[in-house]
């Protein structure tokens, strides 16, 4: 057996995701002008970027939802295009607009994630259970998803995102339309998942909370990674907020609105 010399260098640890080259285009439009990124294991990565700037296109190609024109992108080192089934395994995703099976109760729906992913049923029972109470959803657990509330319909999605125990949570928009005391659970699950050596990535408008939640931030416009790094290298001392608006342009756009101020 060799072990590796003292003074040797340290084999870089593979990425939690990696996209390498990430294209995509819609007809005229390029919606992903060629995307690199590392998310490394361990991290609660956001990214943030105006309307339209490529997020939830970029996400849907690392996940396997959406064929990239060019690149590809790895999961633990795992070609998602290449070995989607093994890829998969290791990946909860959350996607944005996700349709669900909406005739189905929200213990159903998350029992049928569990099943689908081949656990044990008393197994998924039980984490069933747990997940609906954590996310507050137990009293609901027998409702129809098609009768649950934008936030509660987030809420039930990210329970299957979860039932499997995934090492990588891809999550377009979590908060959107959830209340702040079902946001705060939200957050202490995820970081408590990052904490025990998950990784988790979310895209986000909520500047603030992406300073607060997450330790790395890649912020994405007109389809490319304009800065990536770790929340504090990337605003150094400004607020994330302000960094992202200097990063992005922009600005207040209101001339051209004056009709808007003469009732
Ligand atoms: N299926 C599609 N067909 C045509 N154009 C699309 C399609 N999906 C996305 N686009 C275009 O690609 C660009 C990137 O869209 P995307 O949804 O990835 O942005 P986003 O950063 O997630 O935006 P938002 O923050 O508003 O959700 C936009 O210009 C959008 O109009």
């Known amino acids: ?13 593979v990425p939690a995701l990696a996209l390498r080259g990430l294209a995509k ?21 956001g990214v943030v970027g105006p ?22 992108a790895f999961i633990h080192g795992v070609d ?27 213990e159903q729906l998350v029992t049928y994630a569990g099943l689908l992913r081949g656990m044990d049923k008393e197994v998924v ?19 129809l998803v098609v009768d649950y ?27 959107e339309s959830v209340d702040p005391v079902s946001a705060a659970n939200i957050r202490g699950i995820l970081e408590s998942y990052v904490a025990s050596g998950g990784t988790v990535i979310v895209s986000s408008h909520v500047m603030d909370l992406v300073q607060r939640m997450c330790d790395h931030v890649a912020v994405v416009a007109a389809g490319r990674i304009l800065a990536a ?14 960094r992202f608006v200097q990063l992005v342009g922009g600005g207040s756009r209101t001339e051209g ?7």
């Open 257 to 263: 609105l004056e009709w808007l101020r003469t009732f």
């Open 229 to 242: 790094g770790t929340v504090d290298e990337l605003r150094g001392d400004a607020s994330l907020e302000d």
């Open 51 to 72: 309307n339209g700037a490529g997020k939830t296109t970029t996400l849907s190609m690392a996940t396997g939802l959406l064929r990239p024109d060019f690149g590809t």
């Open 149 to 175: 509330s934008a936030g509660m319909t987030k809420k039930i999605a990210l329970a299957s995102a979860l039932i499997h125990a995934p090492r990588l949570l891809v999550l377009d928009e979590p908060f």
């Open 125 to 143: 029972a039980q984490r069933v259970g747990e997940l609906l109470e954590a996310l507050d959803l137990g009293g609901d657990a027998g409702t």
């Open 80 to 106: 998602v295009w290449a070995k989607p089934l093994e890829a998969k395994k290791l990946m909860g995703i959350l996607p944005d607009g996700v349709r669900l099976f909406d005739r189905l109760t929200g």
């Open 1 to 13: 057996m060799t072990h590796p010399h003292p003074d040797s260098p340290a084999v870089p640890p």
């Open 25 to 45: 285009r819609f007809g005229a439009k390029i919606a992903v002008d060629g995307i690199n990124l590392d998310v490394p294991a361990g991290s609660f990565y």
